[in-house]
């Protein structure tokens, strides 16, 4: 697979570009304000952190939530061939303004992925990959002509195609239909779940402990804060990174294959 297909973050080839790109405000999420374009102060000269090991002691638990699906590297690293901003200074405004369009259509290339590795959409595989290269193709931009690509646009036409991936995986007798549906703070213990439609719902300090996900599709749902403990999420539909790590489980939760067990969690 190409750099513009590597959805795995490799902060090892990243110039840092999420410490310095993106801006903080000072909450139980960071430690301090602090705006686009500026370095945290915890990023050392090798773009490596200086907390790493104890961000979230040290009040930075955002930082542990967030994945830039492979964005960071293939920015660094291809669109810019290897050169960072604190090489060439007059590159940074670009680099920093391209990285979150970069970073939002890798999200896109994860989901596509994920669509394509299910057995049940096989009538859609050639759709899918159609888009696949599409998107693909804007990775390959220049930093100017990526900040033209218009995000939500392109996020809206791959929705539409998941949105058929997801009916054919939760199949003909689906679950629970919770699309955006407000369930901050719900009492789901132990519920059936299984093929639901949870996208973009709100789950915030949601209790689905012991509930059984699987195949249910999470595509944006907001898991801050969700109790998963022992939860089943095996063949949970396009489930991020982010989305676990910002959720609260332990060692009985069950992940799909190729997300990790955050070191937070009990």
């Known amino acids: 697979m190409s750099s513009s297909g590597d959805v795995q973050a490799d902060c090892s080839r990243c110039f840092g570009l ?7 405000t000072a909450s139980s999420d960071f430690a301090v ?14 773009f490596s952190c200086g907390i790493h090991d104890r961000l979230r002691d040290s009040g930075f638990a955002g930082c542990t939530v967030f994945d830039c699906f492979g964005a960071g590297q293939h920015l660094s690293q291809h669109t810019f061939g290897g050169i960072s901003w604190r090489q060439a200074p007059e590159t940074a405004g670009a680099m920093f303004a391209a990285f979150p369009v970069m970073r939002g259509l890798h999200e896109l290339l994860w989901y ?32 100017q002509a990526l900040r033209a690509v218009d995000l939500n646009a392109e996020r809206a036409r791959t929705g539409d195609l998941l949105g058929l991936a997801s009916r054919l995986v939760r199949g003909q007798n689906p679950g629970p239909e919770h699309r955006g549906a407000d ?18 719902a709100l789950l915030i300090a949601a209790e689905v402990r012991q509930a059984d996900l699987r195949r249910a599709d999470l595509l944006g749902a907001d898991l801050r804060d969700t109790d998963v403990r022992g939860t089943d999420l095996t063949d949970a539909l396009f489930l991020t990174q982010p989305q676990v790590s910002a959720a609260r489980g332990d060692e009985n ?6 997300l990790e067990r955050p070191q937070h969690w009990e």
């Open 112 to 143: 596509l992925a994920d669509a394509l590795a299910r057995e049940e959409t096989t009538s859609l595989h050639e759709q899918l990959k159609a888009r696949r290269r599409e998107v693909m193709e804007l990775t390959e931009r220049d930093a």
């Open 183 to 200: 369930l901050m703070g719900a009492r789901l213990r132990r519920a059936d779940l299984r093929a639901a439609n949870l996208r973009g």
């Open 33 to 46: 304000d602090k705006p686009s374009g500026v370095a945290c102060h915890n990023l050392l000269d090798d």
């Open 253 to 258: 939760t069950r992940l799909p294959v190729g």
């Open 18 to 24: 999420c410490c310095v790109a993106l801006p903080f």
